[in-house]
């Protein structure tokens, strides 16, 4: 009885506190993955900017949930979902992908968000020793969120590669 009365104490003092956390996704979380995907100013942000189909949508998530190599996780800050982040495994290195909620953007979720993948990847016991992302010369928000995040950056001629060494 005290034990369960310590755990509501606890989550209830974390919601108050704004405490950040990494739930992992699961096909439920399928038609929020597409909203935040198909936001104006993601598709805007992304390599491919062309609107997603909802059916190959639902194709893509399922593979990339049943995968081994997939790291999908919606970040929660109280009881409200702000953001996604995604680490595909190849070659032993993460790449990460993330978007945030189009009312939680220019909050500095983004540099937490890819702070705390460092310890979930860690956690989670990932055998990756680099994780990596891409973003678009015009993608401002996601360069300073990266930068700020302890990540080193290395031009190519298409985009800004940001890395940061996990071991």
């Not at 993601?42 to 995968?67: C, D, G, T």
């Not at 409200?80 to 595909?88: N, T």
Request: net charge positive.
């Amino acid at each position: 009885m005290i034990l369960g009365f310590k755990k509501k104490f606890i989550l209830n003092f974390i919601k108050r506190e704004g405490f950040m956390v990494f739930r992992k996704a699961t096909i439920d979380d399928c038609d929020l993955f597409f909203k935040w995907a198909n936001d104006k100013e993601v598709r805007a942000n992304a390599f491919n900017s062309k609107p997603i189909i909802y059916e190959e949508h639902v194709q893509w998530f399922s593979k990339k949930i049943l995968s081994l190599d997939c790291f999908l996780y919606i970040c929660y800050e109280k009881d409200i979902p702000i953001g996604q982040i995604r680490v595909d495994i190849e070659n032993n290195v993460g790449i990460i992908a993330y978007s945030i909620d189009s009312q939680n953007r220019g909050k500095g979720y983004g540099t937490k968000m890819l702070e705390m993948i460092v310890d979930q990847i860690k956690k989670e016991d990932v055998k990756i020793s680099i994780l990596k992302g891409k973003v678009k010369y015009e993608n401002i928000a996601s360069q300073k969120a990266f930068e700020k995040a302890g990540y080193e950056c290395k031009n190519n001629e298409k985009y800004i590669e940001y890395f940061k060494n996990i071991c």
